[in-house]
């Protein structure tokens, strides 16, 4: 058990739909990062937030968002979503922000968009 | 663009005997390389890095090469144990940045 804790574990929704990602970090730890699985691109990464501030973004799309909150915990935010929207949405955390962390790995989200 | 690059998809090992991951990077400012290990239905675990200033990290049977001329790294694990059967994600940073994941190896190491 890595400590980081994802709900729901799946989801199933329709195109066009608005889901939300929840991901409550390991206690103490201020960093939160959110990846992507797809079938054929492995890890991506999307968003990283340290301490309630949005510190780096990656191949997000704008139809995607995410926040921190003041306990720490994330959202991811996902809306319009089409077919290829359906992935396995990782949350990582770890203590501080940089590169050279080791991240700690929820169990992760699955998203099937029909 | 993928920067990092796991080039087999898949690797099938005897147990017992040496599995070797290979990973591939393009971005000569990576400066830490990390291995992640997956079980099914779980997230990625760490497993062993290495920062670019050194070409050998050994920690029990596993143990990361980096090649920084060749912009390669790869992962023994000696001796193959069947509990070793994963997909092993290579990743790279630049300090300060988030991980870039590769593609993922999917190991089986076979009785």
Same mark, same amino acid.
């Given at each position: 058990d890595s400590g980081v804790t994802q709900t729901p574990k799946h989801l199933i929704t329709a195109t066009g739909q608005r889901v939300t990602l929840r991901c409550s970090p390991r206690s103490g730890d201020l960093s939160v990062y959110w990846y992507q699985q797809s079938l054929d691109q492995g890890l991506q990464f999307l968003i990283h937030y340290y301490n309630g501030e949005e510190r780096a973004k990656g191949n997000i799309l704008e139809r995607f968002s995410a926040q921190q909150f003041p306990?720490? *915990?994330? @959202?991811?935010?996902?809306?319009?979503? @089409?077919?290829?929207d359906s992935a396995l949405y990782f949350c990582a +955390? +770890?203590?501080?922000?940089?590169?050279? @962390?080791?991240?700690?790995f929820g169990s992760g989200t699955q998203l099937s968009v029909l | 663009d993928q920067q990092?690059?796991?080039?087999? /998809? +898949?690797? +099938?090992?005897? @147990?017992?005997r040496i599995s070797i991951l290979n990973c591939d990077y393009t971005n000569s400012m990576f400066d830490y390389f990390l291995w992640y290990k997956k079980y099914p239905a779980e997230g990625p675990t760490f497993l062993i890095s290495i920062s670019s200033i050194k070409d050998k990290n050994e920690d029990g049977r596993f143990t990361v090469f980096l090649n920084k001329s060749?912009? *390669?790294?790869?992962? *023994?694990?000696? /001796?193959s144990q069947p509990g070793d059967s994963a997909v092993y994600f290579c990743a790279a940073t630049n300090s300060g940045y988030a991980l870039n994941f590769g593609k993922g190896t999917s190991l089986l190491v076979t009785p």
């Open positions: 306990d720490l *915990h994330s @959202e991811l935010n996902l809306s319009s979503l @089409e077919l290829g +955390s +770890s203590i501080r922000t940089g590169g050279n @962390e080791k991240l700690f | 990092v690059k796991q080039n087999s /998809p +898949s690797l +099938s090992v005897q @147990e017992g060749a912009k *390669h790294l790869s992962l *023994h694990i000696v /001796p």
